[in-house]
C-alpha cells in the first residue's frame, strides 16, 4: 500500500497527488483520489467511488475531511511528520550542515556527504520548555492576527476603488453635458481607461486576499496540530516546531513584500480647458493610479509589551576605499525596499548599502553628517552642519535606481544633530531644543528647550501615532520622554545609560537607545520609564555607539557607532 500513497505522475501529464485512485491507476491513469475506503484500503475518485459504493454497500467510505483516518487506517505517516519530499517516510534525522529536517531517503540522496546527522529524539530532548516553542501559539496567533486585518482592510480598499470610480464617472459625465455629441467616443474611451485600471487593481488585491486567505489557513492547521500533539512526544512537537518556523519565515516574508503597499487607489485629473480644446482630445482626463507606501514596514511579529533577546551578532565591514579616516556612524535608517542609508561622519559621507549591509553608492556632503531620517518613498534627509561657513543644511536625498541623487537642500539658522519625519513636519533637534518644522524648512514652533547643558537634546524618535516623543540627553545620562506637546512624561536614568547617542522608535511601539560611554544597546518600555533588558555591550562587539535602526524585515537591530563596522543584533 505504500506505492499507493507516493505521490504519482501521469503518463503524458506533470500533475503529482498524495493520493492516486486506485481504479484509475491500474488503466495506466493519473487522477486524484477524493475517497478512502477502510475495508479495501484503496483510494477512489469521484467517477470510481459511485461503482465501490454499488459493489460494497457496507463498506465505510471516508472523504477528504477525514484524511487522518486514511493514513490511521494504513498505518501511515501521521501528516505533521510525513517528509514533504518523500510523503511515503517519516521524519526521523536532522542535517545540522543544511538546518534541515530529514527522512531516510533524504539523507541518502541528498545528505551522504554532511557530517552532522543528528536523530531527532536527541534533538528535541526538552523542546517543551525551549522558550521559542513556548511562544510560538503567541506568535502564530500574532501573524494570523494580522494576516486577517490586512485581509479586511484590502476588501475594504476594494469596496473604496468602487467608490472612486463612481465619483470620477459622475465628474465625467458632469463634463459631459457642456459639450457635443463628439464627447461620446471619448467618455467611452475614458471609461474604458478607468475600468480597465479599477480591474488591474482589483486583480491585485483579490491576489493579495487569496495569499493572505492560504496563509491564514496554513498557520492555523500546523499549529492545530502541534497542539494536538501535546501528549505524543517530543519528536512530533520538535518537527511541528521546525515546521512552523519555516512557514512563519515564508509569511513574514510575503507580508513584508505586501505591507509595502497600504493603499491602491486612482485618481482623476480633467484636462483644463476642455471645452476649447476638444476636437483635439481623445479622453476626459488623465486616469492616475498610486500604490500608497507606509514610511516603514507595517509587520511586526513581536506585540508591544515584548521583550526581546538576542539570537547573535555579525559585524559588516562599511568602509570604502576612498574613505580617508576611520568611520564614524552617527545616522542609519531603512527604505522600504529593505535598503539601508548611514552617514559617515568622519568621512563626510552618505552611504547607501544593500539588503546584505554591502555598500553600493555613496555621495559626498560638505562637512559632518549628522542624522538621517526616512521622509517618504525612496527619500531621505541628513543632516549637514558646516562650521567653515556656519551654513546648515537638511539635504533631501533620493534613491534612483540603486544611486544616491539630493534633490534639494533646506538652510537653517541653528545647528542640528538628530531629525524625525512624522505627517507633513520635520523634528529637528539642535543640540540643546526640539524645533517642528514644515516639510518646505518653516519653523513651526520650539517644542521643548533644555539649555542646562550643551548636549541635552542629540537623538529624538517619534512613536508611530505621533503622540510621544523620546530625546537623548546625552549630557545628563537621560532619556527624556515628551507628549506631542512638549510635555515631559518621564525622565529615565540607569547605569548602563551613560551618554545616550541614538533613540529609535518601532512602529509596534517597542523603544531602543545606544550609548556611547557604557558602550550598550538597552530597549526601554513604551513609556520611557524602566530598561526592559540590555542587548549588547562592548564585548559584543559595541564601540561607541551612536545611531541604531530596528528592522523589521530581518528582525535585528542595526547600530553603528566609531567603527568600520555596523553591528546587526538578531533578536527575537
Request: glycine share 6%; aromatic share 8%.
Amino acid at each position: 500500500m505504500a506505492s499507493n500513497f507516493e505521490s504519482s505522475i501521469q503518463r503524458g501529464c506533470d500533475f503529482i497527488h498524495d493520493f492516486v485512485c486506485f481504479p484509475c491507476e491500474e488503466d495506466g491513469l493519473n487522477t486524484e483520489a477524493q475517497y478512502f475506503c477502510n475495508q479495501c484500503t484503496k483510494y477512489y475518485c469521484v467517477n470510481c467511488v459511485p461503482v465501490h459504493n454499488k459493489l460494497f454497500k457496507r463498506h465505510s467510505v471516508l472523504d477528504r475531511t477525514d484524511m487522518t483516518k486514511w493514513a490511521a487506517a494504513l498505518g501511515m505517516v501521521d501528516v505533521l511528520e510525513r517528509c514533504e519530499r518523500h510523503p511515503g517516510e517519516a521524519l526521523k534525522l536532522v542535517c545540522g550542515d543544511h538546518d534541515q529536517l530529514c527522512c531516510h531517503v533524504c539523507v541518502a540522496v541528498d545528505h551522504r556527504q554532511c557530517s552532522s546527522i543528528q536523530h531527532i529524539p536527541d534533538v528535541a530532548k526538552g523542546i517543551r520548555k525551549d522558550p521559542e516553542f513556548r511562544q510560538l501559539p503567541q506568535r502564530v496567533a500574532v501573524l494570523r492576527k494580522q494576516i486577517e486585518d490586512m485581509k479586511n482592510d484590502r476588501k475594504k480598499n476594494s469596496a473604496s476603488l468602487r467608490k472612486t470610480r463612481t465619483t470620477i464617472v459622475d465628474e465625467i459625465k458632469a463634463i459631459r453635458k457642456k459639450i457635443n455629441d463628439i464627447l461620446d467616443k471619448m467618455e467611452k474611451t475614458t471609461v474604458q481607461d478607468l475600468d480597465r485600471l479599477v480591474a488591474d487593481q482589483e486583480l491585485s488585491i483579490k491576489k493579495d486576499m487569496e495569499s493572505f486567505t492560504q496563509m491564514h489557513d496554513e498557520l492555523k492547521n500546523i499549529i492545530d496540530d502541534i497542539q494536538s500533539k501535546d501528549s505524543s512526544g517530543e519528536p512530533p512537537l520538535y518537527i511541528g516546531f521546525r515546521k512552523c518556523e519555516e512557514k512563519i519565515k515564508q509569511a513574514k516574508e510575503i507580508l513584508q513584500n505586501m505591507s509595502n503597499v497600504v493603499k491602491y487607489d486612482i485618481t482623476f485629473r480633467k484636462h483644463n480647458g476642455i471645452e476649447d480644446n476638444l476636437s483635439s482630445m481623445k479622453t476626459f482626463g488623465v486616469l492616475n493610479e498610486s500604490n500608497v507606501y507606509c514610511k516603514q514596514p507595517l509587520i511586526s511579529l513581536f506585540p508591544r509589551d515584548h521583550v526581546f533577546a538576542t539570537k547573535g551578532y555579525k559585524e559588516y565591514i562599511v568602509k570604502i576605499s576612498s574613505d580617508k579616516s576611520a568611520c564614524n556612524i552617527k545616522g542609519i535608517c531603512e527604505l522600504p525596499g529593505g535598503e539601508v542609508v548611514i552617514t559617515d561622519f568622519n568621512n563626510n559621507k552618505v552611504k547607501l548599502l544593500d539588503q546584505e549591509y554591502r555598500v553600493v553608492d555613496h555621495c559626498d556632503v560638505p562637512e559632518n553628517p549628522f542624522d538621517v531620517c526616512h521622509i517618504g518613498g525612496n527619500e531621505v534627509a541628513v543632516c549637514v552642519n558646516n562650521n567653515n561657513d556656519d551654513r546648515h543644511e537638511l539635504h533631501c536625498i533620493n534613491i534612483t535606481k540603486g544611486k544616491l541623487v539630493t534633490t534639494r537642500k533646506l538652510s537653517f539658522s541653528h545647528k542640528f544633530y538628530g531629525a524625525a519625519h512624522h505627517g507633513n513636519n520635520l523634528y529637528i533637534s539642535s543640540f540643546t531644543a526640539l524645533y517642528v518644522y514644515t516639510m518646505t524648512g518653516k519653523r513651526v514652533k520650539t517644542l521643548y528647550e533644555d539649555k542646562s547643558g550643551d548636549y541635552t537634546v542629540v537623538g529624538i524618535a517619534i512613536s508611530n501615532d505621533g503622540k510621544t516623543i523620546y530625546i537623548a540627553n546625552y549630557s545628563y545620562n537621560q532619556l527624556i520622554t515628551l507628549d506631542n506637546l512638549g510635555n515631559k512624561l518621564a525622565t529615565f536614568t540607569d547605569p548602563d545609560l551613560r551618554e545616550p547617542r541614538g533613540v529609535h522608535a518601532t512602529t509596534a511601539g517597542h523603544v531602543f537607545v545606544c550609548c556611547c560611554k557604557s558602550h550598550t544597546v538597552l530597549q526601554v518600555d513604551k513609556d520611557g520609564k524602566t530598561k526592559l533588558a540590555t542587548l549588547a555591550r562592548e564585548q559584543d562587539g559595541v564601540y561607541r555607539p551612536k545611531a541604531l535602526f530596528f528592522s523589521s524585515r530581518s528582525s535585528s537591530l542595526v547600530v553603528g557607532g566609531r567603527k568600520d563596522t555596523l553591528l546587526v543584533i538578531n533578536v527575537q
